[in-house]
């Protein structure tokens, strides 16, 4: 599901990949015009981490997406085999379950050779590659790795470095105007 790259393709930002949605609707990771805070995640529907943390995200994204603000979800099975359904099964598991709005993508592989390229990009810059589902990486709107966290850190642990972010946006394109 994802696009072949050439093999000297180097990824200068978060903001230039493309994948598809769950929906299978072609899809940036990054707004292009840098003007959204991103939190990238690797989600799953059978994970002992799934209720804290979907009720969690939708809760930031509710809070903070009217804002230039959006949480970008990654479902993968590579883990425990905890996402083994299919992309449209898991974008209706989410929206039904825990009322989800924002981007949920297709399912793709977070580690190793077959890792997705946003995935790569990610660990490549946080010096942090994905252990287990729910991992979160915040991405600023320059599509920069801001940092990352594995399960054990709740959203809301990482909620005041995702706040000040997005207000320092805000305030940016406020001087802007």
């Not at 990238?40 to 230039?68: I, K, M, W």
Request: proline fraction near 6%; include cysteine; charged fraction near 20%.
């Amino acid at each position: 599901l994802t696009q072949a790259r050439p093999a000297a393709w180097a990824i200068c930002s978060f903001l230039h990949l493309q994948t598809f949605t769950g929906s299978n609707y072609m899809s940036d990771t990054g707004s292009s015009s840098g003007d959204i805070v991103s939190l990238v995640v690797n989600v799953a529907s059978e994970c002992g981490f799934t209720d804290q943390h979907y009720r969690a995200l939708q809760q930031l994204q509710r809070d903070l997406g009217p804002h230039h603000f959006n949480v970008l979800a990654f479902p993968c099975n590579q883990f425990g085999q905890q996402e083994p359904d299919s992309n449209k099964e898991i974008e209706s598991f989410a929206r039904r379950t825990y009322g989800v709005s924002f981007p949920m993508f297709s399912k793709i592989a977070v580690t190793g050779t077959g890792a997705h390229p946003a995935f790569k990009y990610l660990a490549q810059t946080s010096g942090k590659e994905p252990t287990w589902n729910f991992w979160k990486y915040l991405v600023a709107p320059d599509g920069k790795v801001i940092g990352a966290w594995d399960p054990t850190v709740s959203v809301e642990e990482v909620r005041p470095q995702i706040t000040a972010l997005v207000r320092k946006l805000i305030l940016r394109k406020r001087e802007d105007l």
